[in-house]
């Protein structure tokens, strides 16, 4: 991934005290959760948008990195929450969803150094959730590089045709074709001669 670093973010980087944290956004169906890992109280701004702080409630994985092209994945996590939340996160529409994990750096009066970097991007994928007095949220974060190893499962159907373009009759009465007896023509034997077809939609 490219990053962009601009010049006051690397002059805070050669102080003897620098003050960095991680933000990150998961984009829900029902609206974006924005949280850092400063104190909790401590909120800041990133592009127009407020970020809370969780804490020591709050976690990030370390984001993986090398030189071998392949799905890399993220941990976000809370814990410490209310187990009435818990079924508000289970109805949640989420796997799929944008994530996006920033490191920024704050200066001396705990103002956020323009321009946070981000440190990884991708799509959520699972939510473990642990319930006890209270209850722990995790959500994975894959790159999009995890699509490639995801089966596709398409099928040569009508109900699939349609789905991918509605209104398209093109398979329309492959159903009907199934084991079903079509005449030739004689075939210059006395019997005409009788095809089997056999077999449904077969995958894509």
């Known amino acids: 991934m490219t990053r962009s670093i601009t010049s006051d973010v690397e002059t805070a980087l050669a102080e003897t005290v620098i003050r960095p944290f991680l933000a990150v956004a998961l984009e829900y169906d029902s609206g974006t959760t924005r ?3 400063l104190p ?3 909120d800041v701004v990133i592009d127009g948008e407020t970020y809370l702080g969780a804490g020591e409630i709050g976690r990030i994985s370390a984001a993986q990195e090398d ?3 392949g799905a890399k994945r993220i ?3 809370i814990s410490g929450v209310d187990p009435a939340l818990i079924a508000i996160a289970l109805a949640e529409n989420y ?3 944008p994530g996006t994990v920033w490191y920024g750096l704050l200066d001396d009066d705990h103002v956020v150094i323009p321009d946070p970097v981000i440190v990884f991007k991708g799509r959520m994928d699972t939510q473990p959730i642990e319930i006890g007095a209270t209850a722990s949220i995790a959500v994975n974060i894959e790159s999009r590089l995890a699509d490639w190893d995801r089966p596709r499962g398409g099928r040569l159907t009508d109900e699939e045709q349609k789905r991918r373009h509605p209104g398209d009759r093109f398979l ?3 159903a009907s074709t199934v084991e079903k007896e079509l005449v030739w023509g004689s075939g210059g ?3 005409p001669v009788v095809v ?3 077999g449904g939609g077969g995958k894509k």
């Open 196 to 198: 089997q077809q056999g």
């Open 95 to 97: 796997q799929g969803r």
């Open 172 to 174: 329309e009465f492959v």
């Open 189 to 191: 034997t006395s019997q």
């Open 75 to 77: 941990t976000v996590g």
């Open 40 to 42: 909790i109280g401590m």
């Open 35 to 37: 949280a850092t890992t």
């Open 67 to 69: 030189a071998e092209t």
